[in-house]
């Protein structure tokens, strides 16, 4: 029979009810599975750190918000944005579920075609778009979301020499109510910058205004901002029929839907205070059907909703590498998942939770990485059992922008696995390996020797 370990006699505070100073209550079970797969062995097989993303909950997540919004507005379509998370077997499961994609990038662009998606369902978004983005976009008939007048005037001049006329949108910026105000991207519609673009792009004749954008900022907790900017574009729509005779095919809402995950200085949990899928929705389609448009005209309702959709599939396998005292007596372990991996950890209270069974103790403690750097801390205060070394813990709600936004920094970036609806993992992604890095490099010949 195996010794327990010795735990010091203890007094715990019970805590009940509404959170207080201390913050809420934390009964959280033992994550010792992953859709149906032991953490253990998971990480026995693929290694530590790594990356689990699930199947079952990226269909789910879709299918809720379908159809919230489905149920609510007769045409509807989501675009998944590929800068959320562009590895090939996650983007192919929401175009499986009929999502066309979202770009920003030549890069991203090239990707969707790779991956085998129409060119006519591609929207192709951001400020950096080149010539020749600009033209393999409108040569293949993708919709393309004017961003500045400099790139306006670039693509009316490119259309002379095209076949067919680029299919356009401009990007909206507006008040919705929400501060700092995204005015970044896009023209303006409180100050006329947004209708000048329009009236260049119809008096052109050279361009087709197929549609208008918006995008009013990222992990917008207020749905009701939603409903004025879709009003707002709506008012827009209107006047471009009236003054030009001309139909807008679709309203683009963009994304910037907030996940569950709980923003640093929340005093409650994100998964009880974030607004749901049938929030923004409410506001979204109450704001369009009670526009001016005409029942059999309504325009098609695109959103391009990324972070809502995936954060949750995701999570992080890490292992504990050491405990120790900090000056002040706190508590500090150290895992082998750093910043590097987890960007999100700087502005994010990621879930975490032991991935064995633990004792009724618990310690406020800090979680830092093994990067040699000060800022590397994945949580400054968690309260948590006490932990050993070779425990593991998994951090959840990590599949939004970390596995675009992580960097080779000190450590090679680690497997990344899919669970699939049978409770099957695939890699979908190798590790790295110092021949991934070394590959790239040159090296002039008088400094190939060292000696």
Known sequence: ????????????????????????????????????????????????????????????????????????????????????????????????????????????????????????????????????????????????????????????????????????????NMDTGIYPMWDRFGFNYENGQAWDAINKIMLSGKLELAGLHTHIGTFIMSANAYGVAASKLADLALNIQQKFNHNIRYIDMGGGFASKNTLKGSYLPGSDTNPTFDD?????????????????????????????????AGSIITTVIANKRLSTGRRATIVDAGVNLLFTSFWYQHPITPAQGFS??????????????????????????????????????????????????????????MIDMDSKTHIIREGETVTSITGLEKTPDFLVNVK
């Not at 800068?83 to 030549?106: D, M, P």
């Not at 830092?368 to 800022?375: A, D, E, F, T, V």
């Open 360 to 417: 009724q103790y618990r310690e406020e403690n800090t979680i830092y990485g093994p990067l040699c750097m000060n800022i590397d801390c994945l949580r400054e205060s968690i309260s948590l059992p006490l932990l050993n070394k070779g425990d593991q813990l998994v951090i959840h709600y990590t599949g939004a922008y970390n596995l675009t936004q992580w960097m080779q920094f000190i450590t090679l970036r680690p497997n990344v696995v």
């Open 280 to 312: 923004y929705a409410e506001a979204i389609t109450t704001a369009l059907v009670n526009s001016g448009f005409k029942p059999d005209n309504l325009p098609l309702l695109i959103l391009e909703t990324g972070r809502a959709l995936v954060d949750e």
């Open 1 to 172: 029979m195996e010794k327990k370990q010795y735990e010091r006699p203890h007094l715990i505070k019970l805590e009940s009810g509404m959170p207080g100073k201390f913050g809420t209550r934390n009964d959280s079970p033992p994550a010792t599975h992953i859709d149906g797969v032991m953490v253990k062995d998971l990480a026995a097989k693929y290694g530590s750190p790594l990356f689990v993303m699930s199947e079952r909950t990226i269909r789910s997540t879709y299918r809720k918000a379908y159809k919230a919004f489905s149920t609510r507005y007769p045409k509807v379509q989501f675009a998944w944005s590929y800068k959320t998370n562009y590895l090939s077997a996650i983007c192919n499961i929401f175009h499986q579920e009929g999502s066309w994609a979202e770009v920003v990038s030549g890069f991203e662009y090239d990707k969707v075609l790779a991956n085998g998606v129409d060119p006519g369902k591609i929207i192709f978004n951001g400020p950096g778009k080149s010539a020749e983005d600009l033209k393999k976009a409108a040569e293949n008939g993708s919709l393309i979301h004017i961003d500045h007048l400099d790139e306006l005037y670039m693509l009316t001049d490119l259309a002379g020499d095209m076949k067919r006329k680029p299919l356009v949108a401009i990007r909206v």
